[in-house]
């Protein structure tokens, strides 16, 4: 059973990887988020919570590393969704480098006129990129497969 690492930050982040739940069925997911609280959307999945950090908490990644080196070592996925932020652009760096965990980044949809910084980045790390809005689909990347809405 191949064994899935989905990882997000809150609010908008979450909410588009709630709507990618159905396509885990038949897998062994692992959910990774900011909120404790969100353990409860994902009843019956192991759950583990990260440091939210952004480009202005740089102090933060070094709390944040430990957190993602660890469950990614118990985890072992061998793939690595998320659908955006600072944090899963982290993660999914280390579970290619730890694991060589097969990664895709699904642009959060709030990205309406252009990808986030961190989406921008996750051409670097990720071996499925996209983005959820057609006009931002370019030959260089990101692809446009349709919206998670």
Same mark, same amino acid.
């Given at each position: ?17 709630? &709507?990618?739940? =159905? ?9 990774? /988020?900011?909120? +404790?609280?969100?353990?409860? #959307? ?11 950090? /952004? &480009?202005?908490?740089? *102090? ?5 590393? +430990? #957190? ?7 985890? &072992? ?8 932020? $600072? +944090? $899963? @652009?982290? %993660?999914? %760096? ?10 895709? *980044?699904?642009?959060?949809? %709030?990205?309406?006129?252009?990808? /986030?910084?961190?989406?921008? @980045?996750? &051409? ?7 983005? #959820?809005? =057609?006009? @931002? #689909?370019?030959?260089?990347? +990101? ?5 998670? @809405?």
């Amino acid at each position: 059973m191949r064994k899935v690492l989905a990882v997000a930050s809150g609010g908008g982040h979450w909410a588009d990887l709630c &709507r990618l739940y =159905p396509a885990f069925s038949g897998m062994d997911v692992a959910f990774v /988020s900011v909120h +404790p609280n969100y353990a409860r #959307q994902v009843d019956g999945h192991r759950f583990y919570t990260m440091r939210d950090v /952004s &480009r202005f908490d740089r *102090w933060g990644v070094f709390l944040l590393l +430990p #957190q993602l080196v660890r469950i990614i070592l118990k985890e &072992r996925p061998d793939v690595v969704i998320t659908t955006g932020s $600072a +944090p $899963a @652009l982290f %993660a999914l %760096a280390l579970a290619k480098v730890l694991v060589r965990a097969k990664t895709i *980044w699904i642009d959060d949809i %709030a990205n309406v006129e252009q990808l /986030s910084m961190s989406g921008s @980045l996750a &051409r670097h790390v990720a071996d499925v990129w996209l983005t #959820q809005w =057609p006009g @931002l #689909q370019t030959e260089q990347g +990101p692809e446009y497969w349709g919206a998670v @809405l």
